[in-house]
């Protein structure tokens, strides 16, 4: 576990740190910043994806870890993700004002997850949260914020802090510590913000689906079934044939650790049959086609099926986390061949599928 945080948080660091000495300076004018707003240059870049559509995707100078889909109405907006502190929603909310003056009406919660819901607190009672009524239970309950999921990716970022000190107070290279110390702002700000949340579930909710009219924009909010949760959306807008999918479906493999493996190979054939082109992720970069279904619907294959023999033959879980191979799906994959055999979070689910004791 320790050497994907690791991984995750040098990745984290790669990108703070190209993109900060690449944009020029530019500071967002508003009072009343949350915590955790301490960055000076944009915190997203919005790339056009349809007319009045765009796909939020962090820069680097801040951390919000997950991407928003923005649909623009004929009055309001429709942002899907609120990121992972109200500084993120925050900083997406005030920048989206150089796309447009319209006011966002509507936030969807694609899932419960702390880095797609924790921004939800900066947003008052005229702005409808929508999320799956699985995700406002377990918000409620407490499990965005005391889950596996955030302990794997933010649990260690005190130590970061921590080491990321140390390391700066052992340089003497002018250049080396002044990036250092960049990253050492960014992580912190990341700490303060995310200590700041205040967990706040959808206040409307659906058990199927959904359909908005914003205007003359049609924006369909579908649960197909169970997978990465057990209460993901999709927001599918057919006009365009555009669809947001939240960690339902990624650039690369997505976090497993509260899925619904074999549920989830058969959601995703679902999501398939929809007529879409465009798929604008929770994570990576917006892609089109359906091929990505097939490849990551062959990797859960491999993931379950590995598991289960592992499971059967008796083998403790912290053994298999420590052995299974899925290399074989490092074409498509290509992160797997560095960062270890398999993700350890997929492998204790598939055993706590199969021993009953899943939530």
């Known amino acids: 576990m320790m050497r994907s945080r690791w991984i995750l948080l040098a990745l984290i660091l790669a990108l703070g740190v190209a993109s900060m000495l690449a944009m020029p300076a530019q500071s967002p004018s508003v009072a009343g910043r949350p915590p955790g707003t301490n960055y000076t240059r944009p915190a997203f870049t919005f790339n056009k994806i349809a007319d009045g559509v765009y796909h939020a995707v962090a820069t680097g100078s801040l951390i919000v870890m997950s991407n928003a889909a923005v649909i623009e109405g004929d009055r309001e907006v429709l942002v899907v993700d609120s990121h992972v502190s109200p500084g993120g929603a925050w900083a997406l909310r005030e920048e989206l004002k150089a796309i447009t003056p319209k006011p966002i009406r509507y936030v969807v919660n694609s899932h419960y997850h702390f880095d797609h819901s924790h921004g939800n607190q900066i947003y008052g009672p005229e702005v409808h949260i929508i999320g799956h009524e699985f995700a406002r239970e377990m918000i409620l309950a407490g499990k965005s914020q005391d889950s596996r999921a955030r302990e794997f990716f933010v649990g260690s970022v005190p130590g970061q802090i921590d080491a990321l000190k140390q390391r700066i107070a052992s340089l003497t290279d002018i250049g080396e510590k002044t990036a250092l110390e960049r990253q050492l702002t960014i992580q912190q700000n990341h700490l303060e913000g995310t200590n700041a949340v205040r967990p706040t579930p959808p206040n409307v909710t659906l058990n199927d689906r959904m359909t908005l009219h914003l205007g003359s924009r049609e924006v369909r909010i579908m649960f197909m079934g169970r997978g990465h949760t057990a209460g993901d959306v999709v927001v599918f807008l057919p006009k365009e044939r555009v669809i947001a999918t939240g960690d339902l479906l990624v650039e690369g493999t997505s976090y497993a650790g509260d899925a619904y493996v074999l549920e989830w190979i058969e959601t995703l054939e ?90």
């Open 270 to 359: 679902k999501v398939k049959a929809l007529d879409f082109d465009t798929v604008l992720p929770g994570h990576g970069n917006a892609f089109k086609g359906k091929a990505k279904i097939d490849h990551f619907q062959a990797y859960l294959r491999l993931l379950w099926s590995e598991a289960k023999r592992m499971h059967d033959a008796g083998i403790p879980m912290e053994e298999a986390a420590r052995t299974i191979d899925l290399r074989s799906q490092a074409a498509n994959y290509p992160a797997i061949r560095t960062a270890g055999l398999t993700p350890p979070h997929g492998v204790w689910r598939v055993y706590e599928l199969l021993d009953g004791k899943a939530k």
